[in-house]
């Protein structure tokens, strides 16, 4: 089956630490993004790429930093300068977005 | 800036009442407002306007956009305990980019 995988589901870190959430998608989607969703706040977003080996900042991108070396891969790295890391991501993959974004199930970071 | 708002933030209903969710929108630049259904972790896909006027529906779910008015409702009627979810609009901007609302927590009881 066709679709987006997030690991781990859940994520403890010590404060300071860096640490890296997994996305891959057997979609054959071009484009792939990062958000975080905070409660009350809704989805914002932090990275998305277009194509391999290029991304772009989203709203939300201080702290944090991405890669994207395989079109099925879109890994993001929440690191010690992001000042609230705990929340949950998710990633998401599009082919055209008139039909919108295919989720994962996300990645509860929870950081102490 | 663009502002995507949903209205109310949470709501508590019957089995069997119907409920009414609101989006409103301000953006630079508007291609297509969707809605998603979010019940635990990944949000799923409802509806996606263009034109207004029109009515989508699925089931006991139904949306409309009003391009004039900016803004979007979504009807879910006969509602279920398997309704309980949050409900996300996000407004399209670009070829890639949605501008998401914070979304309306609906919880259904019995």
């Known amino acids: 089956d066709g679709g987006i995988t997030q690991s781990p589901k859940y994520l403890f870190r010590k404060e300071g630490q860096n640490v890296t959430l997994s996305c891959e998608q057997n979609?054959?989607?071009?484009?792939m993004y990062w958000y975080r969703q905070d409660p009350g706040q809704g989805l914002r977003l932090i990275y998305y790429?277009?194509?391999?080996?290029?991304?772009q900042k989203g709203d939300i991108a201080e702290g944090y930093s991405v890669s994207r070396e395989k079109k099925e891969s879109f890994p993001l790295t929440v690191t010690s300068a992001q000042k609230n890391p705990t929340a949950f991501y998710l990633c998401?993959?599009?082919?055209?977005?008139?039909?919108?974004?295919?989720f994962g199930s996300g990645t509860r970071l929870t950081v102490v | 800036e663009d502002k995507v708002v949903q209205s109310p933030l949470s709501l508590v209903v019957h089995e069997g009442d119907t409920v009414t969710l609101n989006c409103s929108y301000e953006?630079?630049?508007?291609?297509?407002l969707l809605w998603y259904k979010q019940e635990k972790k990944a949000p799923t896909f409802l509806f996606m306007l263009?034109?207004?006027?029109i009515e989508k529906k699925s089931g006991r779910l139904s949306s409309i956009l009003d391009k004039k008015e900016l803004f979007s409702i979504l009807n879910i009627t006969a509602t279920q305990t398997g309704d309980s979810a949050v409900y996300l609009c996000?407004?399209?901007?670009?070829?890639?980019?949605?501008?998401f609302g914070a979304g309306t927590t609906v919880t259904v009881r019995a």
């Open positions: 790429s277009q194509i391999v080996n290029d991304f």
């Open positions: 979609l054959n989607h071009d484009a």
């Open positions: 953006v630079t630049n508007f291609r297509s």
């Open positions: 263009t034109s207004s006027g």
């Open positions: 996000a407004v399209r901007l670009d070829d890639y980019k949605l501008s």
């Open positions: 998401a993959s599009s082919s055209r977005l008139d039909y919108g974004y295919t």
